[in-house]
């Protein structure tokens, strides 16, 4: 990836990058925009400026190649979500956070939905891709079920369920529609469901997401 799609800024440091770091960040780019099994190889290593003893020598295969880049990004994606989440303190707040993060990425040139429900389009059933999209919806469901736990929910798994839903059909909604502005709508059920699971008022939960230019936290996911 480069260093805009989260990848390691190598660029940005002054320092020439390695043929790993070339193959992945030109892998990240053109799997995103136009799909993991649409790129072939020799566009990749063609891109990259590398050898293509240099691709199998330090991935192996293609698929591991997928593999990488899908890590990659749930990689950038926690960061991103994370550091948003610590920017606040109140534990109802935090979760308000997560789609504030979510609508500020849906505002930044080039986004194209989540990358892991579009590689897992591509995909055969149990392979490399479902195993790394597995990893990453249990980790955001995670994340969703321990902030629902701290904010005081009775039942955080089932808030959990409900934000990730949210959270899911606001990323297909953007990449379907190319309407960036879908993140008010889910802003508004956010502070709806969680009026209802905690007792907020639906406007003052509302008020608390934020809008996308609110968000600092920039890094893409």
Not at 181 to 189: Q, V
Request: glycine content about 10%.
């Amino acid at each position: 990836m480069n260093a805009s799609a989260g990848g390691d800024g190598t660029a940005g440091r002054g320092v020439r990058p390695t043929a790993r770091e070339r193959l992945l960040d030109t892998a990240s780019r053109l799997f995103y925009a136009e799909g993991v099994h649409t790129v072939g190889i020799d566009r990749i290593i063609d891109e990259a400026g590398v050898a293509k003893a240099s691709l199998y020598k330090t991935f192996g295969s293609k698929d591991a190649l997928i593999q990488a880049y899908l890590s990659a990004r749930h990689e950038a994606i926690a960061r991103r979500i994370s550091d948003a989440v610590a920017q606040v303190d109140d534990p109802r707040e935090k979760i308000l956070a997560v789609f504030a993060s979510q609508a500020a990425r849906f505002a930044e040139p080039g986004y194209r939905g989540c990358p892991f429900i579009a590689a897992s389009a591509e995909a055969s059933p149990g392979g490399t891709i479902d195993d790394a999209a597995s990893a990453y919806r249990s980790w955001l469901r995670g994340l969703f079920v321990d902030l629902a736990t701290a904010a005081g929910a009775p039942d955080p798994q089932a808030l959990a369920r409900g934000l990730q839903l949210l959270y899911d059909g606001a990323n297909l909604s953007v990449r379907m529609d190319g309407d960036p502005a879908i993140a008010a709508d889910a802003r508004a059920a956010v502070a709806i469901l969680l009026a209802a699971a905690l007792g907020d008022a639906p406007d003052q939960a509302g008020e608390a997401v934020g809008r996308p230019d609110d968000v600092r936290t920039r890094t893409p996911g």
